[in-house]
């Protein structure tokens, strides 16, 4: 999408920068007790709804003519609260937004989120290695996970014909791909990591899986007693329902048709603009007002996170009006669209890239030199001379 981007000078692109980090900077120091009030109600309703949600399916299995009503209410409840506690709570707590409270339950290196994958896999991951490489080939795992051809960049291979089924089982099983993705199978099965090695990395996410299962699949269906099988039923459905919604929520936030990825030399001497650039280009947001941004943690605003993994993420709507101006006024590029909107264009991606891209095509994206965000560096030379 260069065409919708106008190109900057080296002078533009540091003011660029300089403005988004007096943004920050700016928001930083007004942190305080709104905020630290955001998180707590955020993990009140965490716990209120899932509580709920429990007592309605017991309700249903113990009533039989309640049975429908109290379980579907019930699954929805405690489907809400899992998605509220990995989207608003887990994923924003993880990335330090919230350290400066002093709040050990609150902290980003003692908080354990209620999914199988563990807290500190996702730092590895998501925290750094995404977010340090956002959309950069090679170094961000994230693009496609490892199963997807998503961009017309990445090689093709005859195994991606099969992405669009393999697409919706990951959708569905979402939370275990997150799981697995820090173990690097692929290099195991390659030789190119010991057994051992593997066993090391396993015996911790071992562990968390073990509980995951044991409270949501043994635990409360055998509170239930005979009458179990509607509870495992209703804590199968909520924890497939949160894995639905992640998976749509994230990959709007970076596979829609404006989404770009970027060859590994472009983190060569990055600057500070260039880092903002790319995050812009590599991201997008889902309009929808507040309803949205509470289902999605705020990731609704991607582009902002991506700018500000640190900054709390109840602040980000507020951030996006002058992020959205700073764009405007450097002519770059505000991806915003609904999510029905972003997440047809996510599907068409899977659909399209399953099969190869056009051979012109192809060869005119891989000699796309890294300059793609060297935005005016030439053009500044140019002037200059």
């Given at each position: 999408?260069?065409?919708?981007?106008?190109?900057?000078?080296?002078?533009?692109?540091?003011?660029f920068?300089?403005?988004?980090?007096?943004?920050?900077a700016?928001?930083?120091?007004?942190?305080?007790?709104?905020?630290?009030?955001?998180?707590?109600?955020a993990?009140?309703?965490?716990?209120?709804?899932?509580?709920?949600?429990?007592i309605?399916?017991?309700?249903?299995?113990?009533?039989?003519?309640?049975?429908?009503?109290?379980?579907?209410?019930?699954?929805?409840?405690?489907?809400?609260?899992?998605i509220?506690?990995?989207?608003?709570?887990?994923?924003?707590?993880?990335?330090?937004?919230?350290?400066?409270?002093?709040?050990?339950q609150?902290?980003?290196?003692?908080?354990?989120?209620?999914?199988?994958?563990?807290?500190?896999?996702?730092?590895?991951?998501?925290?750094?290695?995404h977010?340090?490489?956002?959309?950069?080939?090679?170094?961000?795992?994230?693009?496609?996970?490892?199963?997807?051809?998503?961009?017309?960049?990445?090689?093709?291979?005859?195994?991606?014909?099969?992405?669009?089924?393999?697409a919706?089982?990951?959708?569905?099983?979402?939370?275990?791909?997150?799981?697995?993705?820090?173990?690097?199978?692929?290099?195991?099965?390659a030789?190119?990591?010991?057994?051992?090695q593997?066993?090391a990395?396993?015996?911790?996410?071992?562990?968390?899986?073990?509980?995951?299962?044991?409270?949501?699949?043994?635990?409360?269906?055998?509170?239930?007693?005979?009458?179990?099988?509607?509870?495992?039923?209703?804590?199968?459905?909520?924890?497939?329902?949160?894995?639905?919604?992640?998976?749509?929520?994230?990959?709007?936030?970076?596979?829609?048709?404006?989404?770009?990825?970027?060859?590994?030399?472009?983190?060569?001497n990055?600057?500070?603009?260039?880092?903002?650039?790319?995050?812009?280009?590599?991201?997008?947001?889902?309009?929808?007002?507040?309803?949205?941004d509470?289902?999605?943690?705020?990731?609704?605003?991607?582009?902002?996170?991506?700018?500000?993994?640190?900054?709390?993420?109840?602040?980000?709507?507020d951030?996006?009006?002058?992020?959205?101006?700073?764009?405007?006024r450097?002519?770059?590029?505000?991806?915003?669209?609904?999510?029905?909107?972003?997440?047809?264009?996510?599907?068409?991606?899977?659909?399209?890239?399953?099969?190869?891209?056009?051979?012109?095509?192809?060869?005119?994206?891989?000699r796309?030199?890294?300059?793609?965000?060297?935005?005016?560096?030439?053009?500044?030379?140019?002037?200059?001379?």
């Amino acid at each position: 999408m260069a065409h919708k981007n106008r190109p900057l000078s080296q002078d533009e692109l540091q003011h660029f920068g300089a403005e988004l980090d007096a943004l920050r900077a700016r928001t930083l120091a007004q942190l305080g007790a709104p905020d630290a009030r955001y998180i707590r109600r955020a993990v009140s309703a965490v716990r209120w709804t899932g509580a709920l949600g429990r007592i309605l399916l017991f309700v249903g299995a113990f009533v039989p003519m309640l049975l429908w009503p109290a379980c579907i209410a019930g699954t929805l409840l405690l489907a809400l609260s899992k998605i509220l506690e990995n989207m608003t709570v887990g994923h924003n707590v993880i990335h330090g937004q919230y350290d400066w409270m002093g709040d050990r339950q609150l902290h980003s290196r003692s908080y354990e989120w209620d999914i199988v994958a563990t807290s500190e896999n996702w730092r590895r991951t998501h925290n750094f290695r995404h977010h340090t490489y956002t959309n950069v080939r090679g170094l961000d795992d994230d693009i496609g996970y490892g199963l997807l051809r998503i961009f017309p960049e990445q090689k093709w291979r005859p195994f991606y014909l099969l992405q669009p089924p393999i697409a919706v089982v990951f959708c569905l099983l979402f939370e275990w791909g997150v799981a697995i993705q820090d173990l690097r199978l692929g290099r195991f099965f390659a030789g190119k990591m010991s057994f051992r090695q593997l066993r090391a990395q396993l015996s911790p996410l071992g562990r968390k899986i073990g509980r995951q299962m044991l409270k949501d699949y043994v635990i409360f269906p055998a509170l239930a007693g005979p009458f179990f099988l509607p509870v495992l039923l209703g804590n199968i459905t909520a924890n497939v329902l949160r894995s639905i919604w992640t998976y749509v929520v994230i990959f709007c936030g970076h596979f829609t048709a404006e989404a770009e990825t970027f060859p590994k030399d472009v983190v060569r001497n990055e600057s500070r603009g260039h880092w903002y650039l790319r995050q812009l280009r590599g991201s997008s947001n889902i309009s929808g007002g507040r309803v949205i941004d509470v289902l999605t943690g705020d990731l609704s605003h991607q582009i902002e996170h991506h700018f500000f993994p640190d900054i709390p993420a109840n602040r980000y709507a507020d951030m996006a009006v002058e992020v959205r101006e700073i764009c405007k006024r450097y002519g770059q590029h505000y991806n915003t669209g609904s999510l029905f909107r972003q997440f047809g264009q996510v599907a068409w991606r899977i659909v399209r890239h399953a099969f190869p891209s056009k051979p012109r095509r192809q060869a005119a994206l891989t000699r796309k030199p890294a300059a793609a965000l060297e935005m005016g560096a030439n053009q500044a030379a140019q002037q200059a001379g």
